[in-house]
């Protein structure tokens, strides 16, 4: 049999879902027999591959880029899972919503900026108005909400997936958690 | 008062009719008057005296084609003109005694011959702020025959036996409501009369209230008797000045005249009305929030049971009908149960008024037969649709209310047909919508209504409403997706199950009869990205938010 | 228990003594919170708090629950009216006949939203759930007075002369 | 005896045959007998105001879903409270309180303890489906002891309720109508400079974040609303 492709997203998150992913710890070992890691921050892969069999991303879709990025992810992965609440309810990066983008630009490159007050145009990713849910762009096969799900979750949760073992999502995790 | 005394009034009103040779009635319900009917009246007033002739010239309630307004009736010739200003005046009057003023006569036989005038009997034939002009029409006839030679249950029997249903939209029938009320225990009863006619498109209880307000007074006690209430009140919107004013005349004359107030009729029975202020809150035209309103509270309604009728203003029994409900009442008792029954459908009985608006010739208040085919409320005694344009559908029942189309037209009008269709009576708003209509931007339009007039307590109706207004605004400016619509369809589910009141239970009909019988024109919009009628602001082209990717 | 005590009138005003009128006739009772909260509204043009704290005392009606009922009218204003107001019916009918292109003709002439007063204080722009004048659709309150079968130009020109008045 | 014996009612709630006093609500009952009925506004000690929907529950014989907080038995009774389409409902329900205000479980001070969040999970709520509609809204932190955040409240009016039924100050209230209603105090005065009590017991009934004590850190913010019962107990028996 032949390994399965994973893959790991980082959007607009704090890459805390990702840290949590390396706490499953020793159990990392036993997923790297079944599965290959061909995409992921961790790993040093500049291309998205074209075609992958798990696709797990933390973050919420908050720049041109994020929207771009999560498209692509989803036409080329089998099975998407959305990994912690940034990515499922758009979480702490969405709390700036109620307000928009200019007023949160403002306050951290201008009123506090110490020297050149200026908000970064060149390079950074224009900025969405509305911090989304990946779900609301692409369609997403399963959701692993906490924030982030713990290496238990992943662990359990993954082991299912691959082994096709049925899998309870509230059982494991919620919400915050 | 005696029944004596009432005939004695009716004879003297008459008499006094007699002295003139000519009478001349000129519509002054809100369309009219909008359009220069007071100018109208008093130039008539002047242009009689100058003639010398002996004229009678009265103010009534609405006449009922509002679209051929200002209207003037000239009487006994019973010739009616339209679009009359006061220039016309002295042509009027010249003509009485001769020949009708032949520009201004107007052919809408076919609009009455259709027609069955029970609600609307008076409107056109009285001064509203006359009470001795209601009693020549056998005014308080009915109460005063009831008070001396019926019982209370009697009265009941009549009712029921008449085959009377609630005329505010649900269709309860009156005669069970009103043996409950009568049967609940409790020394304190009300009656109240839900005059906050909400439905944005329907003005058939201020027309009968501004009209014929005496109507609804005599049905109002007529029900006190029977239930054994000696307290009433009448939620009016505080939108309808004119409305209130004349009521308030109407209870102060049937006061004066011994018909309301202690021992009515030198009988044990009491009775007076109160009329309260609605204050902009279409939720308030639901029972329980309407009585919350009475008691001066915030218009939230409550879970039923407990109905009213066993526990309801400030606690007490209460009887809740609407003011067409009541306007029915005295001619039920004057003319018996059976008398109604034999008019209408099978289970729907009477009449029912209806207001016709929107795109069609001739719009206004029309009271038909109920199992009318919707065609010829349309087609005949509405003139169709005006302008070279096609039929679209027609809406019944406000918001709660859904869309009819063009095939459906040969149904006939009933409660249960109607929420066949997918619609509800209602308080008998009818809109018609033509070719330039939206049907996803009505849908659209509808749902913000009941948006915001979402009392805000149970969820499904406070953030259901909500959620559905920007599903359909997505639809509408281009942005929506098929699983938006499949999100449409499953809020509209939770929405019409889980809300605790009628107000969000029926909230989404406009899109589920739309959804039913336009889904064409969703599918237009979320798909080909184009409004069919060319409403929708749609700018291409529209980058996908939730494309969703096989 | 001591009887209860009205508060005094708030000060020397007329229009109290109307308001307290309302108030008398129902008994001070509470469930004349909305029949008062009419006369204070048709007597003063609309409800500050103030007025509200008055009549909530008055009538031994929480300050909450008053505020509460004030907001969930419509009908009810927290802040006083324009000069004029221009009340565009935003009825079934009336938006069959295009309200929606009248109000947004209204709120453009005069850079407010609907619901809001422009900022000289001249002009109220109101929108009405219905006003029962549907068959003369749409329908415009210029001064509560009916108009019908209004065009956006009419509503302009009338915007027009209040402006310059 | 005849009366006693027409006291008693008896009624099947999910298959199961259960016993009933007259005026007893199918809520009641279920509890009696350890059946789960999600609810979210009601809470013992306070009047129900059936308004959260949560509770809807199926009773054979009639098409209409009633809340089992307000409705009660009658013999014969057949009671469901699980069926697909409840479930369906429920979810649909808990989404929409999602999405209506800004609940960012993760930083909320009632993380762990809060209803809402524990209910989603309970129901299998493990994403949102609809909009967020990401309203802007206040947090009052006037009062030296307590804080009101609107953006977590869900309006279940646990407050109001406790306010004005039991603490007898009914400082609490709802304004405004619809999607805009919120809770106030006074005249939608700052909550420090209102007529409140500080007594508290609206933050202890508060099923959410919305509602919480400054004195404590981060989201251990359990709360203690079992107090009630008790309450009106000591209360009937003076």
């Keep these: 049999m032949s390994k399965l492709k994973l893959a790991t997203v980082w959007l607009d998150g704090c890459s805390g879902c990702h840290m949590s992913f390396l706490d499953m710890d020793e159990r990392l070992i036993e997923l790297a027999e079944l599965a290959d890691v061909v995409y992921s921050p961790l790993v040093d892969t500049k291309e998205f591959p074209d075609e992958v069999d798990i696709a797990l991303v933390e973050g919420a879709v908050a720049s041109e880029d994020d929207e771009k990025k999560i498209r692509k992810i989803r036409a080329h992965s089998k099975l998407l899972i959305a990994m912690g609440d940034c990515a499922i309810t758009g979480n702490v990066p969405s709390m700036r919503n109620p307000i928009g983008p200019e007023a949160i630009l403002n306050r951290a490159y201008i009123e506090n900026a110490d020297a050149q007050p200026q908000i970064p145009c060149v390079v950074v990713p224009k900025l969405l108005r509305i911090v989304r849910p990946i779900h609301e762009f692409v369609k997403v096969d399963v959701f692993l909400p906490g924030c982030p799900p713990s290496a238990d979750t992943f662990h359990t949760a993954l082991t299912a997936l691959v082994t096709g073992a049925p899998l309870d999502i509230p059982a494991l995790t919620r919400f915050g958690a | 008062m005696t029944i004596e005394e009432l005939e004695q009034i009716a004879k003297s009103v008459c008499q006094e009719n007699e002295k003139y040779d000519f009478e001349v009635n000129v519509c002054m319900d809100l369309a009219c008057s909008s359009q220069g009917a007071q100018q109208l009246k008093d130039a008539l007033v002047k242009a009689a005296e100058t003639s010398g002739k002996n004229v009678h010239i009265r103010r009534t309630g609405c006449m009922g084609p509002c679209s051929s307004g200002p209207l003037v009736r000239v009487d006994p010739e019973e010739a009616l003109y339209h679009h009359v200003n006061a220039d016309h005046a002295e042509a009027i009057v010249n003509s009485l005694g001769g020949a009708p003023v032949p520009d201004l006569q107007c052919d809408l036989n076919e609009h009455f011959d259709k027609q069955v005038r029970v609600v609307l009997e008076n409107a056109g034939y009285i001064d509203p702020e006359k009470i001795d002009e209601y009693i020549a029409r056998d005014g308080y006839k009915a109460l005063l025959t009831a008070l001396t030679e019926m019982t209370p249950n009697g009265v009941v029997h009549r009712i029921t036996e008449s085959g009377l249903r609630g005329r505010g939209g649900g269709g309860y029938p009156t005669g069970l409501k009103w043996g409950t009320v009568a049967k609940a225990s409790g020394d304190v009863k009300y009656v109240v009369c839900n005059g906050d006619e909400g439905d944005p498109g329907a003005f058939m209880d201020r027309s009968v209230m501004e009209g014929d307000p005496h109507r609804v007074i005599e049905g109002m006690a007529l029900a006190a008797y029977a239930v054994g209430a000696s307290k009433g009140f009448i939620y009016v919107r505080a939108e309808y000045p004119t409305a209130v004013g004349r009521l308030t005349a109407g209870l102060r004359d049937a006061r004066r005249r011994g018909l309301l107030g202690n021992n009515i009729c030198n009988t044990p029975f009491n009775f007076d009305i109160e009329i309260r202020l609605g204050a902009g809150a279409f939720v308030c035209g639901e029972e329980t929030a309407l009585l919350a309103s009475i008691e001066g509270k915030r218009g939230t309604p409550r879970p039923r049971p407990p109905y009213p009728a066993v526990s309801g203003l400030f606690g007490k029994p209460t009887l809740i009908n609407n003011v067409e409900t009541y306007a029915n009442i005295a001619p039920i008792v004057r003319n018996g149960g059976k008398w109604f029954a034999n008019m209408g459908s099978e289970r729907s009985k009477g009449t029912k008024v209806f207001a016709l608006t929107g795109k069609i010739a001739n719009t206004g208040l029309v009271e038909v037969p109920m199992g009318i085919k919707l065609r010829e409320i349309i087609e005949v005694i509405g003139g169709g649709v005006p302008g070279g344009h096609t039929f679209k559908a027609v809406q019944t029942g406000g918001p709660s209310g859904g869309c009819i189309p063009a095939e459906m037209l040969d149904v006939g009008v009933s409660y249960d047909a109607l929420v066949r269709l997918g619609s509800i009576m209602g308080s008998g708003g009818m809109i018609v919508m033509d070719d330039t209509s939206c049907m996803v931007n009505v849908a659209r339009f509808f749902i913000e209504f009941c948006m915001t007039e979402s009392c805000g307590k149970c969820i499904p109706c406070r953030a259901g409403t909500a959620q559905m207004f920007t599903l359909l605004t997505r639809f509408c400016n281009g942005s929506g997706t098929m699983d938006d619509l499949e999100l449409l369809e499953s809020l509209c589910s939770t929405v019409k199950e889980a809300s605790l009141c009628g107000l969000g239970q029926t909230a989404p009909n406009p899109v589920l009869s739309t959804l039913k019988y336009f889904r064409n024109e969703y599918i237009e919009h979320i798909v080909h990205k184009r409004c069919p009628a060319g409403v929708c602001n749609i700018q291409a082209p529209v980058t996908d938010q939730k494309e969703v990717l096989a | ?165 | 005896m005849s009366e006693t014996v027409s006291n008693v009612k008896t009624l099947v709630i999910d298959e199961q045959e259960v016993s009933a006093l007259a005026g007893q609500t199918i809520l009641d009952v279920a509890r009696e007998n350890d059946i789960y009925i999600p609810t979210l506004c009601h809470l013992e000690g306070l009047s129900n105001v059936g308004a959260c929907r949560l509770c809807l529950v199926e009773i054979k014989g009639g098409n209409k879903l009633l809340p089992a907080c307000v409705t009660t038995v009658f013999e014969g009774m057949e009671v469901s409270t699980h069926t697909e389409r409840l479930q369906k409902h429920r979810r649909m329900i808990l989404e929409l309180l999602f999405a209506e205000r800004n609940h960012i479980c993760s930083v909320c001070v009632a993380n762990g303890h809060c209803e809402l969040q524990a209910l989603a999970q309970d129901q299998g709520v493990t994403h949102i489906s609809l909009p967020y509609r990401n309203p802007e809204l206040t947090v009052d932190a006037s009062l030296a002891q307590f804080t009101v955040d609107h953006n977590r409240c869900i309006l279940c009016t646990r407050c109001v309720r406790v306010c004005a039924e039991i603490e007898g100050a009914h400082v609490w209230d709802v304004m405004g109508r619809g999607i805009n209603s919120i809770v106030i105090t006074d005249l939608h005065d700052n909550w420090g400079s209102s007529s409140c009590t500080r007594c508290g017991k609206c933050v202890q009934v508060c099923p959410t974040g919305a509602l919480f004590d400054k004195s404590k850190v981060g989201s251990d913010h359990p709360k203690y609303p079992d107090f009630l019962p008790y309450l009106n107990l000591m209360r009937e028996a003076q």
């Design chain 3, 1 to 165: 228990m001591p009887a209860f005590t009205p508060p005094p009138l708030p000060s020397d005003d007329k229009r109290w003594k109307i308001v307290n009128g309302t108030m008398r006739k129902n008994g001070f009772a509470r469930h004349a919170l909305i029949e008062t909260l009419h006369t204070v509204q048709s007597s003063f043009g609309y409800l500050d708090d103030e007025a509200i704290r008055f009549v909530a005392r008055s009538l031994r009606v929480p300050l909450s629950q008053a505020y509460g009922v004030v907001t969930f009218y419509h009908y009810f204003s927290l802040k006083p009216p324009g000069k004029h107001t221009v009340t565009i019916c935003a009825g079934t009918a009336c938006y069959i006949k295009g309200a929606d292109k009248l109000v947004a003709a209204a709120e453009k002439r005069l850079g407010i939203p609907q619901g809001q007063t422009t900022q000289d204080g001249k002009i109220s722009l109101m929108t009405a759930r219905c006003v029962g004048a549907c068959s003369r659709a749409p329908v415009v309150l210029r001064d509560g007075e009916v108009m019908g079968e209004v065009t956006s130009g009419q509503v302009l020109e009338q915007l027009e002369r209040w402006a310059v008045e």
